[in-house]
């Protein structure tokens, strides 16, 4: 049978009274990883929004396990945690939560390192698409033609592609997730605990202070990156592909909405040309023939 919202359990890992903007993306993924780990979660938070929305001591706005880190240390600071707790015999999850700058930039030395030794560790990148915390400056993982603080005439060059990249160190669990998917999410999370070795799923998380739209709207920009198929829902065991169901129609390009429609919904991209939308349709179409060669699939 397949999972529905009944089965998930009810208990609250997000807590009244944390310090997240309204709409935030964050608190949305923290509540999923809750619903799909429990108790078994033990968070290894680098800085970033999380480390911020806890609040203050001797309070805390999320009821998980936390460790917090410096910038760079988290995948090496989770490799010990999942290393104890199974020396000691402990039913535990050692999960990295680090946005893209602690997973494609300042964190990437010790995500690569802890990928490479296979260390028995899931790390999630919830992705912003930039430094949000310190004042909206761009990250690699900034997309093309988006305002930030660093990019205010716009970003001129392209995301990185952290999932790629992270199939290519022969790891054997990578995964696409998207905060307006939750069951998609909250089941990849789950078969994550089920491999033994070095997990990475990648979670799309727009945020509205930083992205410039109305925090009402979170999950309908995150449902129209998927439906313009500018951001793909996919899975990689040991690096074959698989296509997840809300993505597998928007293969067919005729079934995709125009990009447009995903830009000027973000004051971000307050800049739209003709020029910026014809590079991203490219891009896009460049990376679905790429995950469909990986998949074997073929578009129906």
Not at 50 to 73: C, D, R
Not at 109 to 131: F, K, P, Q
Not at 198 to 209: E, M, V
Request: net charge neutral; glycine share 8%.
């Amino acid at each position: 049978m397949p999972l529905t919202i009944r089965d998930l359990p009810k208990e609250k890992y997000v807590l009244p009274g944390n310090a997240a903007c309204p709409g935030c993306p964050e608190t949305m993924g923290l509540r999923y990883v809750g619903m799909a780990l429990g108790h078994r979660a033990i968070l290894v938070i680098p800085a970033g929004c999380t480390s911020i929305l806890q609040g203050l001591m001797p309070g805390n706005g999320l009821s998980f396990p936390i460790i917090n880190v410096a910038f760079a240390s988290a995948d090496a600071v989770a490799s010990g945690v999942a290393a104890a707790k199974r020396l000691l015999g402990e039913d535990a999850v050692a999960v990295v939560w680090a946005g893209d700058g602690g997973t494609a930039d300042i964190g990437f030395a010790t995500l690569s390192g802890a990928a490479e030794r296979d260390e028995d560790v899931i790390h999630i990148c919830v992705d912003n698409e930039a430094y949000m915390n310190t004042g909206i400056q761009r990250s690699s993982q900034t997309p093309l033609g988006a305002w930030t603080t660093t990019t205010w005439r716009g970003k001129r060059e392209p995301k990185k592609n952290m999932p790629l990249i992270m199939i290519s160190h022969g790891i054997p669990y990578v995964a696409t997730a998207s905060i307006a998917y939750p069951i998609d999410f909250i089941e990849k999370l789950r078969k994550a605990t089920s491999i033994r070795g070095f997990k990475y799923i990648h979670l799309h998380a727009p945020c509205p202070t930083g992205w410039r739209f109305d925090p009402s709207e979170t999950v309908e920009i995150a449902r129209l990156a998927i439906e313009t198929g500018l951001w793909v829902l996919f899975e990689a065991e040991r690096g074959r592909v698989t296509i997840s169901p809300f993505s597998r129609p928007y293969a067919d390009r005729s079934r995709r909405k125009p990009i447009v429609e995903y830009l000027k919904r973000q004051g971000r991209f307050r800049e739209v040309t003709d020029e910026l939308v014809r590079e991203l349709e490219r891009e896009v179409d460049e990376y679905w023939g790429l995950l469909l060669k990986l998949s074997e699939q073929k578009v129906q």
